[in-house]
């Protein structure tokens, strides 16, 4: 699948699923704990003026956490249109948030901008070890210096990977009939080692943990990552 049609499936799911309420408010568990969670060595008391970027933000809903703990929000998306959607969607609750269109590979602000990135599920449509190695270095050079990432992508009980097929290595096409990504071709980290491998060039202090979800008929398994930049 080309990335222009990939892009412009997403572009419809967002603009469709904004129009119909069909869409994410509220943001990802795992992402809560990980911002709020006492528990972690990482946790902050206050947020407040805090820069975060969120690469792939989609409907905006883990920017209104962040918005909510008093962060500065900017997001990259793929298609333009839901810059402004979801900016609107932001505004209508409060948050102001400078969303421009960009990717993994190509993130349109200036190096040394946030003190935290996240990256929720985005990173492995970069389908091959280049991209992945390219979206890493620019997350990298967005953050300041000392800057924490946090990352999800999927591990290997996901549920998206059914029916898929192996086109190299770590590569999976998606094989699943009921699901518009059919045909992208996703970069599947096989154990949190791949992990450490590719961040370790531009993050220290890796963590990778890992959240398995069984929904009955479907499973939601992610690694979850956070660094700082080296």
């Not at 209104?64 to 929000?73: A, R």
Request: one cysteine or more; hydrophobic letters at 35%.
């Amino acid at each position: 699948m080309k990335s222009s049609d990939a892009f412009e499936k997403w572009n419809c799911f967002y603009r469709d699923g904004i129009n119909t309420g069909q869409v994410a408010l509220w943001p990802n568990e795992s992402l809560v704990r990980l911002l709020k969670g006492a528990y972690f060595p990482w946790h902050k008391n206050s947020y407040a003026g805090d820069k975060v970027i969120d690469i792939g933000f989609g409907s905006g809903n883990n920017l209104m956490l962040c918005g909510s703990l008093g962060m500065s929000l900017f997001g990259t998306e793929i298609h333009s249109d839901i810059c402004l959607q979801t900016a609107d969607l932001l505004s209508q609750l409060g948050y102001s948030a400078e969303l421009k269109e960009g990717h993994n590979r190509s993130i349109p602000f200036d190096n040394e901008t946030f003190d935290y990135l996240i990256s929720w599920d985005v990173v492995h449509y970069e389908g091959e070890e280049s991209r992945i190695c390219d979206a890493f270095a620019e997350y990298a050079r967005v953050l300041k210096t000392g800057g924490r990432m946090f990352l999800s992508t999927v591990a290997p009980e996901h549920t998206i990977l059914k029916n898929s097929t192996v086109t190299g290595p770590h590569q999976y096409k998606i094989g699943r009939d009921d699901d518009f990504r059919k045909g992208q071709v996703f970069f599947y980290f096989d154990s949190s080692r791949y992990l450490e491998f590719y961040l370790s060039p531009h993050f220290s202090q890796i963590q990778i943990g890992r959240s398995t979800l069984n929904y009955f008929f479907e499973t939601n398994d992610t690694f979850l990552v956070t660094a700082t930049k080296t």
